[in-house]
């Protein structure tokens, strides 16, 4: 039996709750698990016709910010004519969804995992015989691809029990399970697309703060009044803007450290397992170095904004200084003035 589970995950601005929507552990896992990762949230269920199958459509939130669309359907054969084409179609139908419930047109992650169920024997024979075919579909590739490409991506596998497999690519999965078990991998696969999404968000984020910050750090370009530059006091808007960075730099430290830590607690289990290989391909520990390290580069930018905007505090001391001065000589001048005008009268 084959089935295939297409799904989106769309940035959105505010989204419904719903009611909790927890998959079946079907593999062995902590107690804990259900804890440790972020909860999916059912909105609803519906059902369409897409091209000649029954496509069921499952409409989920990650709170705050992510809608997640699911479109699930059976097929006779996963490598049939016009596979690629159903599942394009089927994605457009996640989007149309997704768009009804209020996200964004971008940015978006889409993934399609191929479910195999009841066989008997031993996948990796599956696998053997029809690789090729495996690896061009994951990559939605209709090209025959070259041997040492296909041996690439079905490096990206996972057996647990003597009977199952599961092979991660960078737009898709193929999962063989004999009972049909596979919702637990399925989640897993949409929690990693889920914070590959969240790290390309605060990317690009960060970037547009960066294009804000650069103008500030060009002197040619600052007007500052005399008393601003004295007192070292940067603009509203560039004390806006460091705000915003401490909040998205706290928030995002907060979110993703917490993600990871609850992913390390739950060891070698098949759950922890599958998602590290997901994290692998999809370049997760990139990604995180890559936002830290922007969110270190434009807090540097601030500080040289800071800097532009105002004079250090060693130079302002030494104004102080001169104009304390200054003023006490015109107020010995004052004394001197008036002390003349008394013994004259």
Not at 323 to 336: A, N, R, S
Request: proline share 3%; hydrophobic share 40%.
């Amino acid at each position: 039996m084959s089935k295939i589970t297409t799904f989106i995950i769309v940035e959105a601005n505010q989204v419904r709750k719903g009611r909790e929507a927890t998959a079946p552990l079907s593999k062995s896992a902590p107690h804990y698990f259900e804890k440790s990762v972020p909860t999916q949230f059912l909105i609803g269920q519906e059902s369409r016709k897409i091209g000649d199958v029954d496509v069921l459509f499952s409409i989920k939130t990650y709170h705050p910010d992510a809608v997640l669309i699911e479109g699930a359907f059976e097929v006779g054969d996963v490598f049939a004519d016009g596979i690629l084409e159903l599942k394009d179609m089927v994605h457009a139908a996640c989007y149309d969804l997704a768009k009804k419930n209020g996200a964004r047109n971008e940015p978006a992650e889409e993934y399609s995992v191929y479910q195999i169920s009841d066989y008997k024997g031993d996948p990796e024979l599956f696998l053997e015989k029809s690789g090729s075919r495996i690896a061009s579909l994951l990559k939605s590739e209709k090209l025959p691809l070259d041997e040492k490409e296909v041996e690439h991506t079905l490096s990206y596998q996972f057996k647990y029990a003597k009977d199952d497999l599961v092979v991660v690519d960078w737009d898709g999965a193929f999962i063989f399970d004999p009972n049909g078990e596979f919702e637990e991998t399925i989640e897993l696969l949409e929690l990693a697309n889920y914070q590959l999404l969240r790290y390309r968000i605060l990317d690009e984020d960060l970037d547009e703060r960066m294009r804000k910050m650069e103008r500030f750090t060009q002197p040619d370009e600052i007007r500052t009044s005399f008393w601003t530059r004295l007192f070292g006091v940067p603009t509203k808007e560039v004390n806006q803007e460091f705000r915003d960075v401490i909040h998205v730099r706290s928030q995002s430290i907060n979110q993703f450290e917490a993600m990871e830590r609850d992913i390390k607690l739950i060891g070698e289990w098949y759950s922890a397992r599958v998602f590290d290989l997901a994290a692998k391909k999809f370049r997760l520990a990139e990604w995180r170095d890559a936002v830290k390290e922007k969110l270190e580069s434009l807090e540097d930018t601030y500080t040289i904004a800071a800097e532009n905007l105002g004079m250090s505090r060693v130079q302002r001391l030494e104004l102080i200084q001169i104009w304390g001065f200054f003023f006490l000589q015109i107020g010995w001048l004052v004394l001197i003035i008036l002390e003349f005008i008394y013994f004259t009268r």
